[in-house]
Structure formats: structure tokens, C-alpha cells
């Protein structure tokens, strides 16, 4: 990650606290390293005292772990049944505000903190900003680990070029809930994001796929210049 990225990445997580946290919001934490700078400035804020009685529930153990580092309350889904907010970061961010998320191994978590979420921000840099979804990063799809064998050839016959995920000791990445990700590589973008969602989805033994189509209610984008851009979902005519 080049110098620009990381400040663009910090720029963005802190514009997203600054503008969209109040006090008193139930929070979805989301996981990954733009989340991180989130993280650290929730825990400033509270720190001044400029926010107080914020909580929220973490998409990851590693989030987890950060925010109880950082003295940011958290809650669990026995305490709370629906979020203010929640703020992650993207793997790509398509002209619709859809998005591909899940490189960093969370999707389900997120994807389900999302949903019970009453909007979502996300934060990114601008190398995330892609004209159609599959252009710039794989699409993650968590399966479980029984018959997680039985799916490569499938994702292939969809003309897609899946690569079982691995840890740099060649072993096969487990997920926080126990499974394993296909990084699933489209030569040409995806061209109907709803349909390749309906049909990974439907497919026994897959858990959930990255793909976030119509989650996102802002995108705050970290530019290389330093310039902050928002932007937001279309309002309805
Ligand atoms: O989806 C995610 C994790 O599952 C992350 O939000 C996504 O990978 C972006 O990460 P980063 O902010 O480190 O670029």
C-alpha cells in the first residue's frame, strides 16, 4: 500500500466518524485496515468526551480485539437487534454504490451487520472506485469446509476462475466461523451482479458471497490529492 493510500485511507475513516457518528449510536464495526483508523478515531473521540455512549458490534475477532484494545464498548446481537450505523471499508466500489468486500476474510459477518444496519458508510481510498465490479479484486465466496471440493468445478462452468484462498504457509485460510474462501476471478467484471449473487447464494454448501448490492448508503472517498469526496445513494423520484 503506497504512502497516498494509507493517508487517503486515514482521511476518509475519520471524515466518516467526524460527519456521520453521534452520541448515543449503536454501531457495525467492520473489519480491515481503513477500519483500523475508524477505530482510532472512535476511540479519540471518546476520548475527549466529544462522543459518549457509543457501542457497537464488531464484523471480525480482529476488530474485536483492536476496539477492546482501544476502549471502545461492544455489544452482541443478544444485546441489540438493529444498528444506527455501520461504517466498513470495500474492495471495489462501483457508480451504483455497490460493492465487492471480503479480502480481508469477514464478508459473512459483515455482510450480516450490514443488513441490520439502518445505513452504511463506507470508507475507502480512491484506487477502490472501479466503473464495474470484478475489474479490480476477486469476488470472495466463503463455503463450508465439507465438500468445499465440490465447488471449484462449478464456479468454473460459470466461467469464472475461482483460486482456493491460503496463508502464506500455503495452508488453507480458515474464516472467524470455520470456513474456507473461493477468490473467485472474472475475466471480464461481473456484468449482472444480482444474478451471479442469486446463483452462488443457491448453491449448497456456499455460506455467503461479497458481493453488497444496495447496502451502501455513503461512500467517503479518500483522494490522492487529499481531497475528501462523499458520496450517496441516489435519492428515489
Ligand atoms: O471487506 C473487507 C474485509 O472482509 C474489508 O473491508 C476490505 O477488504 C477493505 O479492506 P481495507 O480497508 O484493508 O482495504
Redesign the pocket.
Known amino acids: 500500500m503506497g504512502d497516498w493510500q494509507s493517508a487517503a ?1 486515514r482521511a476518509a475513516a475519520y471524515y466518516a466518524v467526524d460527519h456521520f457518528v453521534q452520541s448515543g449510536m449503536r454501531l457495525g464495526l ?6 483500523a483508523f475508524v477505530l482510532e478515531r472512535l476511540a479519540q473521540r471518546l476520548q475527549t468526551g466529544d462522543l459518549r455512549d457509543i457501542a457497537g458490534i464488531p464484523t471480525s475477532e480482529a476488530t474485536a480485539q483492536r476496539a477492546q484494545a482501544l476502549g471502545i464498548p461492544l455489544l452482541s446481537f443478544d444485546d441489540v437487534q438493529s444498528l444506527d450505523l455501520c461504517i ?4 471495489e466500489v462501483d457508480p451504483s454504490l455497490n460493492l465487492v ?7 459473512v459477518r ?1 455482510k450480516i451487520v450490514a443488513s441490520a444496519s439502518r445505513s452504511m458508510v463506507v470508507v475507502v481510498d480512491e484506487s477502490k472506485i472501479v466503473p464495474k465490479l470484478g475489474t479490480r479484486a476477486p469476488l470472495p465466496v466463503e463455503v463450508l469446509t465439507f465438500g468445499w471440493q465440490l465447488h471449484e468445478a462449478w464456479l468454473r462452468s460459470l466461467g469464472v476462475e475461482p483460486v482456493l484462498r491460503r496463508t502464506a504457509q500455503g495452508e488453507p485460510f480458515v474464516s472467524d466461523n470455520g470456513n474456507y474462501i473461493y477468490d473467485c476471478h472474472f475475466p471480464q467484471g461481473i456484468d449482472d451482479p444480482m444474478r451471479v449473487e442469486a446463483a452462488i447464494n443457491n448453491r449448497p454448501g456456499v455460506v455467503e458471497n461479497g458481493l453488497f448490492l444496495g447496502y451502501a448508503t455513503q461512500v467517503v472517498i479518500g483522494m490522492e490529492s487529499g481531497d475528501v469526496v462523499v458520496k450517496r445513494v441516489a435519492e428515489e423520484a
Do not use: C, H, N, Y
Not at 467492520?30 to 477500519?35: A, E, F, R
Open positions: 485511507k467492520g473489519t480491515g485496515s481503513t477500519v466498513d471499508g470495500a474492495d468486500k471480503g479480502l480481508g476474510g469477514a464478508l459483515e
